[in-house]
């Protein structure tokens, strides 16, 4: 069984940053694709950011310029560097990742979430 645990959430106030982390753990071979998603309240979750295995990648036109997905094989951890933070983004921030496990089946799941709140 592969577990998401996501940190880093907190409150803000408008222009400052914040670290997200995604941290997966089990019996893991591989990641392929992991993305960050967020819900704020009253809306569908949606995407924010994707990272491929490569390093490859995507952002919401949003917060481009403004966020950065990053990753870590070694650790399976999965980063957003959120920057010049605006009350908008106040949301609940999720991760998803999908691979494979030691034993060879696919696996995919989500974070139990972190809250950002950015105050004006």
């Known amino acids: 069984q592969v577990q998401l645990v996501e940190s880093g959430g907190g409150l803000v106030q408008a222009g400052g940053s914040l670290r997200l982390s995604c941290a997966a753990s089990g019996s893991i071979l591989s990641i392929n694709g992991m993305r960050w998603y967020r819900q704020a309240p009253g809306k569908q979750r949606g995407l924010v950011a994707t990272i491929t295995s490569g390093g490859n990648t995507n952002y919401a036109d949003s917060v481009k310029g403004r966020f950065t997905i990053a990753r870590d094989n070694a650790k399976n951890t999965v980063y957003l560097q959120m920057n010049s933070l605006k009350p908008e983004d106040t949301a609940v921030y999720y991760c998803?990742?999908?691979?494979?496990?030691?034993?060879?089946?696919?696996?995919?799941?989500w974070g139990q979430g972190t809250q950002v709140t950015v105050s004006s």
């Open positions: 998803y990742a999908q691979g494979y496990t030691a034993w060879g089946s696919n696996f995919n799941g």
